[in-house]
């Protein structure tokens, strides 16, 4: 390859920035031209393309968000919009993207290389660890640290006045920063899309907290959480523990800004260079990932498809510490 271009998609994530820098500069290192796209696809589509060097990305390697920014593109889910974002390619001479985001982001350039044989390889960035083939994604350590930090400083309130906590965390549809944001911040109960929770369980575990002399509590509820939502679980457990002084906590956006993580800079470090370095040895149409420590590269359909399992022993253990 002699020119590629990158881009940063869908909901940002911390250690974005550090992934892109190690794509212009493993790119640059090996004499590879490199175009930064604004915007996500949007940029592809409506010819918004920078030259790359290695001082295009001093300074960011620390910084949170995306310097190229991201955007949700609905035109290139249509094939006019793609026909658009092929041309420009053609016109810079563009022979491989890579490709920051998430299950989306990579649905796109699958469309993309199959529809128009530009090669395309993807790196997982966000923060909901939902993607297959990689043990993390970038953006979830930093992500699971401000959480972490949040509940810390919520306990501290929730002890003073002996209140009982909800507390909302991101995951979208994965229970991952839930669970361990949850087990780290010693959390009464945990609720997550991968497992059945039920009322009666959390009331059980209300009660055996009284009992044991538990004046406060946090319980940690993913966003995707299927028994019902924050308020309702606040309300109903207000009904049967009258007496409890309730309160709701969203952490919100909080979770997806921020000074990635020394973990995220590493990580992001390490699958940039891989994305560049997968493109050089003829990869297409995979994500690079990282697997107990080395570099894998996985087919993008697969990758979207299937997904990383719950650790059930931090499941077990959360619950026996809580006791
Ligand atoms: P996150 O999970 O962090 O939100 P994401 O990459 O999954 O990130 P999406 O908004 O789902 O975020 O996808 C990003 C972009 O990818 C979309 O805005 C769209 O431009 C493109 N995309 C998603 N699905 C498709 C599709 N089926 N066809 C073409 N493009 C798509």
Do not use: W
Not at 15 to 42: D, F, K, P, S
Not at 52 to 65: A, E
């Amino acid at each position: 390859v002699k020119k590629i271009a990158v881009l940063t998609s869908g909901g940002d994530s911390p250690g974005m920035n550090a992934a892109l820098r190690a794509v212009v500069r493993t790119a640059n290192y090996y004499n590879i031209e490199c175009y930064g796209v604004r915007e996500g696809y949007n940029g592809l589509i409506h010819d918004d393309f920078l030259k790359m060097g290695p001082r295009s990305v001093k300074n960011i390697i620390n910084q949170g968000g995306t310097i190229l920014k991201s955007a949700r593109s609905m035109e290139f889910k249509t094939k006019e919009g793609r026909q658009k974002a092929y041309d420009n390619c053609v016109k810079y001479g563009i022979e491989a993207l890579v490709c920051i985001g998430g299950d989306g982001t990579f649905t796109g350039a699958k469309i993309f290389n199959e529809e128009f044989g530009i090669k395309v390889i993807g790196v997982p960035g966000t923060i909901d660890n939902d993607i297959f083939g990689t043990d993390n994604t970038i953006g979830y350590d930093t992500a699971l640290n401000t959480a972490m930090d949040a509940i810390d400083k919520i306990r501290d309130t929730a002890t003073s006045h002996n209140r009982v906590f909800f507390v909302e965390v991101m995951g979208r549809d994965a229970g991952f920063i839930a669970l361990n944001s949850g087990l780290a911040t010693g959390a009464l109960d945990i609720l997550i899309p991968e497992k059945k929770d039920s009322m009666d369980e959390l009331f059980a575990n209300f009660r055996n907290a009284e009992k044991t002399g538990k004046a406060s509590s946090i319980v940690v509820v993913a966003e995707g959480e299927k028994l019902a939502n924050i308020y309702e679980l606040a309300e109903q457990t207000k009904k049967e523990f009258p007496d409890y002084d309730i309160r709701v906590a969203i952490l919100g956006h909080i979770q997806r800004g921020g000074s990635p993580s020394c973990a995220d800079r590493v990580l992001a470090s390490r699958l940039g260079y891989g994305a560049v370095v997968g493109l050089m040895e003829g990869q297409n149409n995979v994500m690079a990932g990282m697997r107990s420590n080395d570099i894998v590269y996985t087919e993008i359909e697969e990758a979207i498809k299937k997904h990383n399992e719950i650790n059930k022993d931090l499941l077990l253990i959360s619950e026996i510490l809580a006791i």
